[in-house]
T-cell receptor
Framework: GESVGLHLPTLSVQEGDNSIINCAYS??????FIWYKQESGKGPQFIID?????DKRQGQRVTVLLNKTVKHLSLQIAATQPGDSAVYFC???????????FGSGTRLLVRP | DSGVTQTPKHLITATGQRVTLRCSPR?????VYWYQQSLDQGLQFLIH???????AKGNILERFSAQQFPDLHSELNLSSLELGDSALYFC?????????????FGPGTRLTVL
């Protein structure tokens, strides 16, 4: 499949461990944030979202944390599995705009 | 499967040519977005259509154009192609224009310009 960026930062974790992927967003006026997962050869797939009036949101095995003070977003994946191996992108959006601004991505590698 | 379809999956063409990429949004979605993903630039927003009308433009070149048809499918036209236009082109759809909402992505079209 196609590689998504040859020079992405990479996080390598042991299967079963927890993963934390970080993202610094750019616009303090952004009020909606999304994490996407992109597997090789596929389009970005929605994982979880959070609005700026929240600082934490949990999904199934995933948690997103938002720190607006330092414009930082993180994605925590519990009990990481081989199927979690992919590139993860954060994206920010302002309600007044429909342009999703994507971060540069982090490649997650899960060691068996 | 996101429900967004794109054709063709792969496209190989020569410099100077023109191509058309097609996107069908999820059933009921009125908004279509186009993105370009290249190795060195990540995902870049190109253009947004809502119910047939252009709503926002991003980093879209003048050589590129798009439209959304009454049946809500969209086409992205790329002309006078250059080597640097080689990239993955994704479309995404969402149901609403009034509220910022999650965009669901199609599988992409891989364009190679030789």
């Amino acid at each position: 499949g196609e590689s998504v960026g040859l020079h992405l930062p990479t996080l390598s974790v042991q299967e079963g461990d927890n993963s934390i992927i970080n993202c610094a967003y750019s616009n303090s006026a952004s009020d909606y944030f999304i994490w996407y997962k992109q597997e090789s050869g596929k389009g970005p797939q929605f994982i979880i979202d959070i609005r700026s009036n929240m600082d934490k949101r949990q999904g199934q095995r995933v948690t997103v944390l938002l720190n607006k003070t330092v414009k930082h977003l993180s994605l925590q994946i519990a009990a990481t599995q081989p199927g979690d191996s992919a590139v993860y992108f954060c994206a920010e959006l302002m309600d007044s705009s429909y342009k999703l601004i994507f971060g540069s991505g982090t490649r997650l590698l899960v060691r068996p | 499967d996101s429900g967004v379809t794109q054709t063709p999956k792969h496209l190989i063409t020569a410099t100077g040519q023109r191509v058309t990429l097609r996107c069908s949004p999820r059933s009921g979605d009125l908004s279509v977005y186009w993105y370009q993903q290249s190795l060195d630039q990540g995902l870049q927003f190109l253009i947004h259509y809502y119910n047939g009308e252009e709503r926002a433009k991003g980093n879209i070149l003048e050589r590129f154009s798009a439209q959304q048809f009454p049946d809500l499918h969209s086409e992205l036209n790329l002309s006078s192609l250059e080597l640097g236009d080689s990239a993955l082109y994704f479309c995404a759809s969402s149901p609403d224009r009034v509220r910022a909402d999650t965009q669901y992505f199609g599988p992409g079209t891989r364009l190679t310009v030789l």
